[in-house]
């Protein structure tokens, strides 16, 4: 009988252990256990904030050089990668039908000309006969004063004469008509002059051909570019920015340039222009950043990062960055109150790469949650613990 009292008595006390080692594991270890977190301070800092935006290499200034008539290319003088200087030759074109033009141009000059010396003589013959009228009637009028003619025969003479200035006033517009198809096959003559001049193609710039888009033999038509160059002295990138941290961005501030080809080596430059129309598909906006020294090999089109320096802020509250979370599209911190999370709004200002200033919301010497285990909630048990290596 007491055999089997003291096998109950030990049954119940290591069914007791049993469970109370349960309780404890679900407790300490298991869904029941709080969650692990790390926990870091509110403090004051210097921030240096910066913007990260990536894009293409690109020319400010690219000129696209050709004829501004149709011809066919007679030689190209350069090709690509060359360096040119402002007024050298790049290329001449022989124009398709400029020759019949100039020649049709001199013709017409000549018979302006022929025309004008024919309305000349027609004007000082007319200028003869209005004089002579004039003459006539007025010795006429003198007559009828006079009484020694009648009326009428004066009347017929003064008809002569205003029939002679207007035959003369007809012989000077004529003239001057002559005068003006002159100049104007003059003007067509020398403008054909200007067209033959230039279809010798001349270096807008010193700069870098970039491309040679057409052979000798090859017909071209006004305004298809033959030769392509860039001032290699004035290049940017054209960086893509997040609009939600593009706000503080401004022309002047400098920027860190890094090339895919030199991933090491940061390049000095500065913003020179933010475009007014953003990507409303990507909500990027586009900022170019200008080097202040050109790099030494020139690869347009390849990919680049950018660090935009913004204005720094001094002395302000700030936390890690890791520790900002959202909660109900709610900017804020989880703290540890009592052994059980809370959640507080704050209110955010500039963010760096490490730490997030506070305008408001928590006070200096704060503890806030930077890291957890798990996922947080509301009133969630927690206790602290290292989770991260030193």
Known sequence: MMKMIRRNLYLILGAVAFLAAFVWLLTTRGPLAPVGVELASVSRADLSPSVYGIGTLEAQHAYAVGPIQAGRILRVLVDQGDTVKAGQLLAEVDPVDLRQRAEAARNGVGRARQAAQAAQAQVTEADSRAKLAQANSDRYAALVKQKFIAREMADSRQHEATAAGAALAAARANAAGAQREISR????????????????????????????????????????????????????????????????????????????????????????????????VTEERIVNVAFEAAPGQLYLGELAEVDIHLLDTRNVLTVPRAAIAQRNNQPGVWQMVDGHARFKTVQLGVHTAERVQVVSGLAEGDSLIVYSAKQLDEEVRVREQKLTQP
């Open 185 to 280: 096959a003059e003007a067509e003559l020398k403008g054909i002059g200007q067209l033959q001049s230039s279809l010798r193609l001349l270096s807008p710039v010193d700069g870098v051909v970039t491309a040679r888009e057409a052979e000798p033999g090859a017909t071209v038509v006004a305004g298809q570019a033959v030769v392509r160059l860039v001032d290699p002295d004035r290049l940017w990138v054209r960086a893509r920015v997040d609009q939600a941290r593009a706000q503080g961005i401004q022309v002047g501030q400098k920027a860190d340039i890094v090339l895919r080809s030199a991933p090491g080596k940061a390049l000095p430059g500065k913003v020179a222009r933010i475009d007014l129309q953003s990507d409303a």
